[in-house]
């Protein structure tokens, strides 16, 4: 059984597309995060979700919106899809804030 | 606000050679650190923790790192290195009492290449 796992795997669209990431956490997780791996492998945080609340927004532009429905799942949705918003996306989640997070295998976003 | 820094972007090195991998991080509170690792075109798994106690702390796979306070560092080392091994490791710290989300600060990243 996979413990966080995102769909889709990989996402080919083009410039100015609205486009969809989901994300499902079976470890019973209160606390659920998307990160951001660029080009040269760095990662972000962008969001984090604590028993649904957004509890971080790192400056992420606000055509990402996050949905997170009930605890097990943290939803991406991005508008207008920018160049610049190529990447690898994860989701991740942990047993409690500050502790260890556990990732999902991401979603590499390609936009053309 | 904390940061990592890793130390060495690549280190290449021959199969069952030691290795170690470099980590300094800087925070004004009490941290957790963690060392991730990513293998190529897959998700990060969390390699070891430290939380709190022991300083040394150890992976089911024979990587170790040792929580230094004093210089503010968390080094990954193994003894002896597989081809298996080469992967981008990644460290990383939180804030120990959550109050930044729990958000993780990962270090640049050392890409660990193992020849035979």
């Not at chain 1, 019973?28 to 080009?39: A, L, N």
Request: hydrophobic share 35%.
């Amino acid at each position: 059984d996979t413990a966080v796992s995102q769909t889709p795997k990989y996402l080919v669209t083009q410039m100015g597309n609205d486009k969809s990431i989901k994300c499902e956490q079976n470890l019973g997780h209160d606390t659920m995060y998307w990160y951001k791996q660029d080009s040269k492998k760095f990662l972000k945080i962008m969001f984090s979700y604590n028993n649904k609340e957004l509890i971080i927004n790192e400056t992420v532009p606000n055509r990402f919106s996050p949905k997170s429905p009930d605890k097990a799942h943290l939803n991406l949705h991005i508008n207008s899809l920018e160049l610049g918003d190529s990447a690898v996306y994860f989701c991740a989640s942990s047993p409690r804030v500050g502790s260890e997070a556990f990732f999902g295998q991401g979603t590499r976003l390609t936009v053309v | 606000a904390q940061s990592v820094t890793q130390l060495d972007s690549q280190v290449p090195v021959f199969e069952e050679a030691p290795v170690e991998l470099r980590c300094n991080y800087s925070s004004s509170v009490s941290v957790y650190l963690f060392w991730y690792v990513q293998y190529p075109n897959q998700g990060l798994q969390l390699l070891l923790k430290y939380l709190s106690g022991s300083t040394l702390v150890e992976s089911i796979n024979g990587f170790e790192a040792e929580f230094n306070k004093s210089q503010t560092s968390f080094h990954l080392r193994k003894p002896s290195v597989h081809i298996s091994d080469t992967a981008e490791y990644f460290c990383a710290v939180s804030e120990a009492l959550g109050n930044q989300g729990g958000k993780l600060i990962f270090g640049q990243g050392t890409e660990l290449s193992v020849k035979p």
